[in-house]
Each structure stands twice: as C-alpha cells, then as structure tokens.
C-alpha cells in the first residue's frame, strides 16, 4: 500500500486462534487494517486491546449462515476496499475413521467448506483487483491418516472449492490460495498429542517427537511460519500461485506432486 492512498482492508476468520492471532500481527505490520472474526466477543475483545485501532472485530459463527450478513455489515462499516481474506477456522479433533461421529465429519466439513463459501459471499462486493482468498487446509487432507478423519476429509474438500474460487474469481483479477501447515506447534497439537500418549500408552513428548521425525528438518510447522506465507501473498508476484497450495510442511510430504 503506497502513503497516501486509502488503508485497505483484511478479514480474518479464526482470528483468535494460533495461527489467526500471528496472522492478524503480520497483516497489520503490512500496513493493513484487520477485521477479526471469531465466536467468541471475550477474546476478540482481548485481541483488540492488543492490537488497537488497526483491528476491528465482528462476533460471528462462520458456521452459521447468518455470518454472511454480520461479516457483510461489517465490512461495510469500514468503508474500505478488501485487500486479503483469510479463512482460517479450527476443527474439532474428532477421532479415527473408524470411531468418527459422522455429524462430526459433517460439522468439520461445514465449518471449513461451508465457512468460506459464506465468507466470500459476505465480502464479495468489496474485493478489489489484486485481492487474496486465502485458506488453511492442512496436511491431512493430502497425506490421510487413519486417527484426523474429520480434518482429513474437510481439508480434501477445500483444496478442491479453493481452486474452483479462483476460477471463478480470475478474471476479476481476484487470486485464491490454499495453505498446508504440516502438524504445527500449538497448544491444540499438545493436546492431541496427550490424547494419543494416553491411547498408544506413551508420553505427549514421544508423540511430538514421532511427529518431528516425520519431518525431513525434524521440525513443527509455526505460526509465525504460516503468518509470514500469508503475508508473502499479499506481494504482486503472488498472482501467479492462484489456485494451488503452498505446502508448509518442513519437507513432511512425501507424495508427488
């Protein structure tokens, strides 16, 4: 954004996560204005009073249709052309393929299908040429296990209906783009683990360390890592990469391409 011209605007769905919370500090060092958009008003308040002026929130449930009017009002309320989205809301955990509730593998698929078709819808009239789509899918839905059947299942989906979005949206000069963070060092990793320590009669420490190996670095993904792919997007160059997904795995993946 050059000095002088209108501050532009970014939405952030999952705001208040992980991931959402690195997300939203790196776009506003970028220079612009974050739209926070979580469930909960109590820790979107909390990230506001980090954050200041330069985020604005909007208390939604992307998991319900009446987001779309309260993320549109919102966006509206700026007054503002919208620069980057960000769809970047959690799952729940919700066991193997062979124990997975099946309202659980609907839900997961809503939340995270569903959830960016009601947020594109919601910001659609403000995007402006050069505007980023940008979704968080993960490792599992490109590399199945059989213990992240929901995430498994809802990530598949999503690489598919991003690149259908930036089908539809090419010729307005509108790019759409999917991120896969390999198994991210976050508070919720910890908790799998723990869960799968208890299962497989180990230690949380055993399993991070299982999941490190599987990694050519033997490393987790970040945050901070995943917020630095957002914000690379938002350069011109990014055009070309509309459409695919950019892997962020520490070199876990092992199919081609």
């Known amino acids: 954004m050059n000095a002088g011209t209108q501050r532009e605007l970014a939405v952030v769905v999952g705001a208040t996560g992980a991931f959402g919370q690195a997300i939203v ?48 009002a919102a966006v509206a309320a700026q007054a503002a052309p919208v620069r980057m989205v960000v769809h970047g809301p959690g799952v729940a955990v919700a066991g193997g393929i062979a124990t997975v509730p099946t309202a659980a593998m609907v839900d997961a698929v809503n939340i995270k299908v569903g959830g960016l078709l009601r947020l594109v819808r919601a910001v659609d009239a403000q995007l402006v040429r050069g505007a980023r789509i940008v979704a968080i899918a993960g490792h599992y839905g490109l590399e199945p296990t059989a213990y992240a059947a929901a995430a498994g299942v809802a990530n598949a989906a999503l690489f598919n209906v991003m690149r259908q979005i930036s089908l539809h ?13 390999g198994p991210a060092d976050t508070e919720r990793l910890h908790r799998v683990a723990a869960d799968r320590a208890a299962l497989q009669g180990t230690t949380p420490e055993a399993v991070l360390d299982a999941m ?11 945050p901070a890592q995943v917020a630095w792919a957002v914000a690379l997007l938002l350069d011109p160059e990014a055009d070309v990469l509309t459409g695919s997904t950019l892997m962020l795995d520490a070199g876990r993946r092992r199919g081609l391409p």
Do not use: K
């Open 25 to 72: 500090e790196r776009l506003i060092r970028r220079g612009l204005t974050v739209l926070a958009v979580a469930r909960s008003a109590q820790s979107l308040a909390g990230l506001a009073e980090r954050f200041g002026p330069q985020i604005q929130v909007c208390a939604a449930d992307i998991a319900d249709d009446r987001a779309v009017e309260a993320i549109r």
């Open 169 to 181: 949206l090419g010729a307005r000069g509108v790019t759409a783009h999917t991120l896969a963070p």
């Open 212 to 222: 490190r190996a599987d990694s050519s670095l033997g490393q987790l993904t970040t």
